[in-house]
């Protein structure tokens, strides 16, 4: 059996009315690639991509600060100083905040509740004096795009002993229901000849009676955050 996905949404810029602009110092907003979290690039206006696959228990943000004078912020902020990640469309926190960078010179935020729905994020940096006397003015980072690729898990039997053979399966990461359409496509050659669709639910079963080589493809709403993704299997008699 074999899954694969397709990182290919684009998202437009979302600015935070609430934010203060930047006055000299900066922030750059990052995710770290932990297993399932997959770095897209720049994918249109400085917004940086992610992809989540699957069910991704490490999710982590990495913010780099600079002061007003361009240098690194690599320790705490002064008093009333803190990072905070919000949701680019809400406001909303997303996480709790920061107010030390660690040894790696970066402010960690750890999202609580996990993210399971595409979300686009930016980091603020709230004014402060560091201990030092510079100044760290109030900053917002560039926004991260975090989109989701559902994983499949295929829960078919081994052996069927019946005319017909059920291909079940069952879909991992996000809250994908409703979200797109599940396809039943027949391998033959390099063509995908389209068998059956419904409506994507996290549990699935399509039932087959010819053998052959078969794929199950996640299609999602255009536009929505979701990214494709699919599994492929051989079904045979013996």
């Known amino acids: 059996m074999r899954t694969r996905t397709m990182f290919t949404a684009a998202v437009a810029a979302v600015a935070l009315a609430a934010v203060p602009a930047a006055n000299g110092a900066t922030a750059t907003l990052t995710m770290h690639p932990w297993n399932g979290v997959t770095p897209g690039g720049d994918i249109g206006g400085g917004t940086q991509g992610y992809l989540l696959y699957g069910q991704v228990f490490q999710q982590e943000f990495l913010v780099a600060v600079t002061d007003d004078l361009g240098a690194p912020v690599g320790s705490c902020l002064g008093a009333g100083g803190q990072v905070r990640v919000l949701n680019a469309a809400t406001g909303q926190q997303v996480g709790p905040a920061a107010t030390c960078a660690i040894s790696d010179g970066k402010f960690h935020i ?96 399509f039932k087959v009676r010819a053998t052959g080589r078969y794929r199950v493809q996640y299609k999602p709403k255009s536009g929505n955050g979701y990214v494709a993704s699919y599994m492929e299997l051989t079904i045979r008699r013996i």
């Open 110 to 205: 750890f999202p609580s509740p996990h993210i399971t729905r595409p979300t686009d994020v930016v980091a603020v940096v709230d004014p402060s004096t560091l201990l030092s006397g510079a100044v760290v003015s109030s900053a917002q980072s560039n926004q991260a795009a975090i989109r989701i690729a559902p994983k499949f898990l295929n829960r078919s039997p081994s052996i069927n002993p019946g005319t017909t053979y059920p291909i079940r399966g069952e879909l991992q990461g996000g809250s994908v229901k409703g979200t797109g359409s599940l396809i039943l496509f027949k391998k033959q050659g390099s063509r995908l000849i389209r068998k059956a669709a419904r409506p994507v639910t996290r549990k699935f079963e």
